[in-house]
């Protein structure tokens, strides 16, 4: 069985100390995965005023993020400017590359992306896209493998201009098989490997999951005739959780699976079907995430 190890890193702070954490717990286990970094300014504080929206508030609450995340992550970008992260932290973002990860484009603006992708021209997202695929290649110098749109916010204008890109595959949304998608009735040609499992902000809180429950729970999610793609974040399973997370590759090595890069996963995949892609909203998330639709 193998689960396809995705590591988002939305900000400066994630890819200073949980990057680094993480790429040293991946080599203590022989595990490669795919990291896909936000390189852009750093903005992410700029979500504080969403509090006044209940349900993020609730999830604030329920997922303790000032003490998950730091409050460094919460105010960056807030009152001024956020620092670039490509280019303050390019040497981290370089050794993933340099330790044989697969190292993908997540965001230029992860907060920018993940508020206003609703009201973005093609044009802006082709700019948006373009910059961080450019500041990445010139960071790790070659190009970037593939993508992974900031909270899985992807819609028919961000596959359009993406089909202009060099990638190999995307990481798009929320599904159960890998699929090419299908826009106004014609087929991107770089495949799709969605997320199949939920994240920890996601559960953790919910249903009596518990620090003490959540690798069980995500261990008894697995399907050993499926796919299988579980999303982690450099901000939480590489800093405060990095012990419960090596707890989790410890559980399913007893198992008999393994934990691979997307890439690996798309090497396996055989008739590969089409989809399209519609917006939903999941448990635990605030807004819509885009999904996996009816295969055509």
Not at 81 to 110: F, N, T, Y
Not at 116 to 125: F, L, P, S
Not at 252 to 274: C, F, K, W, Y
Request: net charge positive; aromatic share 8%.
């Amino acid at each position: 069985m193998k689960v396809g190890l995705r590591i988002d890193v939305d900000t400066l702070r994630g890819t200073r100390h949980g990057v680094p954490g993480l790429c040293r717990l991946l080599a203590e286990h022989g595990i490669r995965g795919s990291f896909f970094f936000s390189v852009g300014p750093d903005n992410m504080g700029r979500h504080l005023w969403r509090l006044i929206r209940p349900k993020f508030l609730l999830k604030m609450v329920r997922t303790r993020a000032a003490s998950l995340y730091g409050w460094d992550i919460l105010l960056r970008g807030t009152f001024w400017p956020g620092p670039v992260i490509g280019r303050k932290l390019g040497p981290v973002i370089r050794s993933v590359s340099d330790a044989g990860h697969e190292v993908g484009l997540h965001a230029w603006d992860h907060h920018q992306w993940q508020t206003g992708i609703d009201r973005m021209t093609g044009e802006a997202i082709h700019r948006s896209i373009d910059q961080g695929m450019s500041l990445l290649r010139e960071v790790i110098g070659q190009t970037p493998v593939g993508s992974a749109a900031p909270a899985w916010k992807c819609n028919d204008l961000v596959l359009l201009e993406k089909s202009k890109f060099p990638l190999t595959y995307n990481s798009d949304c929320r599904g159960h098989d890998i699929f090419y998608p299908m826009v106004r009735g014609k087929q991107i040609p770089q495949p799709q490997i969605p997320a199949t499992l939920p994240t920890y902000d996601e559960v953790i809180g919910r249903n009596n999951i518990s620090e003490k429950t959540y690798n069980e729970f995500l261990v008894s999610l697995l399907k050993p005739e499926g796919l299988n793609v579980l999303t982690i974040h450099a901000e939480a399973e590489g800093m405060v959780c990095v012990g419960m997370f090596d707890r989790f590759l410890r559980m399913v090595r007893s198992t008999g699976g393994t934990l691979v890069p997307l890439g690996e996963l798309l090497m396996d995949a055989h008739n590969i079907p089409q989809a399209a892609m519609v917006p939903r909203e999941i448990p635990g998330r605030e807004g819509w995430v885009s999904c996996q639709g009816e295969a055509s």
